[in-house]
């Protein structure tokens, strides 16, 4: 969960806890305040929707 827009959609399936390398936390850090929970919750539903990885990986992506 050390990638900042996979732990968005993390947040947003309901995660509270991630495990990361303690390098990555400030980043990570950054980008889950930058984003609102109902936000955070849209993209992950839009991105259990998507077809491709790369496409769920948008969703979370343009909240960033």
Known sequence: ????P???LLAGLGAR????APRLVPEVKQA???VTLADAR??????LAAEHAV????YAEALL
């Open 1 to 4: 969960a050390g990638d900042p």
């Open 6 to 8: 996979t732990a968005v």
């Open 17 to 20: 806890e991630l495990s990361m």
């Open 32 to 34: 889950l305040r930058s």
């Open 42 to 47: 849209k993209a992950a539903q839009q991105a």
């Open 55 to 58: 496409e769920a990986r948008s």
